[in-house]
C-alpha cells in the first residue's frame, strides 16, 4: 500500500526537520502522520479519490499542511518540501552519519554539541569538501562507511579528512579480516585433516589429542 511509502516520506521528514533544529511540535506532528497512515486499514489513494484532501484531513494526525504533502505525494509521486530538506541540510547529514559510526545518535551529537564536548562546526568544512568530492550525500556517507569499517577493523582513529587520504583506494579498503582461533584451558588448538580430529598444542610443542567435547573448546577472536 502507498501508505507505508508516505509514511516512510513523512518520517524522513521529521528526521531532517530534527537534525536541522526544527520546532519539535512540527517534527511530532510528521511522526504522528506517518504512525496514522501505517495504522491506517484503507488505502488513502482511494480516500483520496473518493473525498479529496478534505478526505486526507479527517485522518487522524493529518491537518491540512500535512494532507497538501500527502496529496502532493499522491499527484506527483514526491514532496518537494522533502527535496528541498534534503538539500538544505546535505552537510548535517554527512557530519551526523560520520558521528554514527563513531556510535553516536542524533540525540547524543545534540548534547555533546550544546556542552561543547564537540565542535560541531569544526567537521562542516571537510564534510562540504566531501560532498563537493563525492558528488552527493548517499556517496559521501558510503566513503565514511568504507573507512570507518577499514580503521575499526584495525583499531584505528580515523577523521573526515581520513576519507579525503583514502580516496583513490577506497574500493581496495576493506575490513581486517577477524579469525576465530580454538583453545582449549588457554591452550592453542590445531585440527588434523587427515586424522579428522582435534589436538591440543602442548607446552613443548607437542600435538596432544583432544579427548573432551566440542563445547569446551574456546573460540577467541583474533583480530
Do not use: C
Amino acid at each position: 500500500m502507498v501508505n507505508r511509502e508516505i509514511a516512510k516520506t513523512l518520517d524522513r521528514i521529521a528526521y531532517l526537520l530534527d537534525l536541522k533544529g526544527g520546532n519539535s511540535f512540527k517534527i511530532n506532528a510528521y511522526r504522528g502522520a506517518a504512525r496514522s497512515l501505517e495504522r491506517l486499514d484503507k488505502d488513502v489513494k482511494e480516500i483520496y479519490k473518493d473525498e479529496g484532501k478534505k478526505g486526507l484531513e479527517k485522518i487522524s494526525g493529518i491537518g491540512k499542511s500535512i494532507a497538501e504533502k500527502v496529496e502532493e505525494y499522491l499527484k506527483k509521486g514526491k514532496i518537494k518540501f522533502l527535496k528541498d530538506l534534503e538539500e538544505e541540510t546535505s552537510i548535517r547529514q554527512i557530519v551526523t552519519h560520520y558521528f554514527e559510526t563513531k556510535g553516536l545518535n542524533l540525540k547524543q551529537l545534540k548534547e555533546s554539541a550544546k556542552k561543547r564536548e564537540i565542535v560541531y562546526s569544526r567537521f562542516t568544512k571537510p564534510a562540504k569538501q566531501l560532498l563537493e568530492l563525492s558528488g552527493s550525500v548517499s556517496k559521501a556517507q558510503e566513503a565514511i562507511d568504507k573507512v570507518a569499517g577499514w580503521a575499526k577493523s584495525r583499531n584505528l582513529d580515523y577523521a573526515i579528512e581520513t576519507v579525503f587520504k583514502k580516496w583513490l583506494e577506497l574500493d581496495r579498503l576493506k575490513p581486517k579480516e577477524i579469525v576465530k582461533k580454538p583453545f582449549f584451558q588457554n591452550r592453542p588448538m590445531i585440527w588434523s585433516q587427515t586424522k579428522n580430529r582435534w589436538y591440543v598444542i602442548g607446552d613443548g610443542g607437542e600435538w596432544l589429542e583432544f579427548a573432551g567435547k566440542e563445547n569446551e573448546i574456546e573460540w577467541r577472536l583474533e583480530k
